[in-house]
């Protein structure tokens, strides 16, 4: 018998490696023969790197760049095993769990650290990029990283705006001369969840902005700045790309990706399990085994376990789910190549206990599901 596991994180108790580390564990104690194959994945957010690197047994990277608020920090990113694609969390230089609560202000926020990393990878000779976007602290429209790359923002007297995207109301010029030149020979594919405008009541800052501490007065300048940013920099580029659907992606990051690079919107999972190979792997399973956190409703729609078992439908391989916990329409996932959905959570517990033995609680549930193929095996048999 032939198993893949491919999960996504645990967020907050375990990454996708150690999760799929856990099923195999649990399948091997009772299908001991049984070959095992782990692809953890991720869908552009947290762990892609980590995902990415090691489906393909590539190479972490560690930099120092600017953070969100200007601080330096330590941020990863990863080559892959073809030695010639970067995979970037905007996260990693630019994200909200890099701020403590007290100080998150999305006006002073900045992708800078973000552009960093693109520009380090160029360094090293890489010219393809796969970028997730998620968890950002920042709403200045990616202007950040975009002046890491060598594109100045004026204002009225000729002087660069400061960072963060409150600044974006006194843009007056945007001049690219200095762009990075290595940008027109990259192809960049940018993993985007989402599907919001730039501006408007979906947009970046209305959607966004109070997670990351706006209030609503903030959220209103923040989202006019955005716009006025959207206006000057269609003169500029000739390009209008506030309405594309993920433009307001990690507070606008994702419309100045398409404003100043050669880049591609499109859904995580599919670029992560494209680069995986993962079609390829399946062919030859007899079951598939994905999970998550939480399903729920918003999993049909286009989450990674349901990205997962499209694939794995094309090829006639069923497809099971173990979640951390399951949310209100979590049987929608059924009309959506998964064949069945079971929590990891077998007893009553608190939560603070569910993340402090999750690791234990995925062996214990893999091993349950595995029981229960095993006698779906005898029944077939049988007959």
């Known amino acids: 018998m032939h198993i893949i596991v491919a999960p996504d994180s645990f967020k907050g108790s375990l990454s996708a490696i150690e999760v799929a580390n856990a099923m195999a564990r649990g399948i091997i104690s009772v299908f001991p023969e049984a070959q095992v194959t782990k692809v953890p994945i991720a869908d552009g957010g947290e762990g892609t790197?980590?995902?990415?690197?090691?489906?393909?047994?590539g190479r972490m990277m560690y930099e120092k760049v600017m953070g969100p608020l200007g601080d330096t920090v330590d941020a990863c990113w990863g080559i892959l095993g073809d030695h010639e694609t970067g995979v970037i969390?905007?996260?990693?230089?630019?994200?909200?769990?890099?701020?403590?609560?007290?100080?998150?202000?999305?006006?002073?926020?900045?992708?800078?650290?973000?552009?960093?990393?693109?520009?380090?990878?160029?360094?090293?000779?890489?010219?393809?990029?796969?970028?997730?976007?998620?968890?950002?602290?920042?709403?200045?429209?990616?202007?950040?990283?975009?002046?890491?790359?060598?594109?100045?923002?004026?204002?009225?007297?000729?002087?660069?705006?400061?960072?963060?995207?409150?600044?974006?109301?006194?843009?007056?010029?945007?001049?690219?001369?200095?762009?990075?030149?290595?940008?027109?020979?990259?192809?960049?594919?940018?993993?985007?969840?989402?599907?919001?405008?730039?501006?408007?009541?979906?947009?970046?800052?209305?959607?966004?902005?109070?997670?990351?501490?706006?209030?609503?007065?903030?959220?209103?300048?923040?989202?006019?700045?955005?716009?006025?940013?959207?206006?000057?920099?269609?003169?500029?580029?000739?390009?209008?790309?506030?309405?594309?659907?993920?433009?307001?992606?990690?507070?606008?990051?994702?419309?100045?990706?398409?404003?100043?690079?050669?880049?591609?919107?499109?859904?995580?999972?599919?670029?992560?399990?494209?680069?995986?190979?993962?079609?390829?792997?399946?062919?030859?399973?007899?079951?598939?085994?994905?999970?998550?956190g939480c399903t729920d409703s918003q999993t049909a729609h286009g989450k990674a376990p349901v990205g997962v078992a499209k694939i794995a439908q094309h090829y006639n391989v069923p497809t099971l789910c173990l979640s951390g916990s399951l949310g209100s329409g979590c049987e929608d996932v059924l009309q959506q190549g998964i064949g069945g959905v079971m929590s990891i959570i077998a007893r009553p517990m608190t939560l603070d206990e569910c993340m402090g033995s999750a690791d234990e609680l995925v062996y214990e549930a893999t091993a349950r599901l595995c029981r229960l193929v095993r006698v779906g095996i005898a029944m077939a048999n049988a007959k």
């Open 49 to 57: 790197v980590e995902a990415l690197v090691t489906a393909t047994g």
């Open 89 to 292: 969390e905007m996260a990693a230089a630019s994200g909200l769990l890099l701020i403590p609560k007290e100080r998150r202000d999305p006006r002073m926020a900045t992708t800078y650290g973000t552009g960093q990393l693109i520009k380090i990878a160029l360094d090293q000779g890489i010219r393809k990029l796969i970028i997730g976007l998620g968890g950002s602290a920042t709403n200045d429209g990616g202007v950040g990283m975009a002046r890491a790359l060598g594109v100045k923002f004026l204002d009225e007297a000729n002087h660069e705006l400061p960072d963060g995207g409150a600044a974006l109301k006194d843009l007056t010029e945007i001049n690219t001369e200095g762009m990075d030149p290595r940008l027109a020979e990259a192809t960049i594919l940018v993993a985007c969840d989402v599907d919001n405008p730039l501006y408007g009541p979906r947009g970046a800052s209305a959607v966004y902005g109070p997670q990351k501490g706006a209030t609503p007065e903030i959220i209103n300048d923040l989202d006019q700045a955005l716009k006025h940013y959207a206006d000057i920099a269609k003169q500029t580029t000739g390009r209008d790309v506030a309405e594309r659907p993920g433009a307001g992606a990690a507070g606008g990051l994702g419309a100045g990706l398409l404003l100043f690079t050669p880049s591609q919107l499109r859904p995580g999972v599919q670029i992560v399990l494209e680069a995986t190979g993962f079609a390829e792997k399946v062919k030859q399973a007899d079951l598939v085994i994905t999970g998550e």
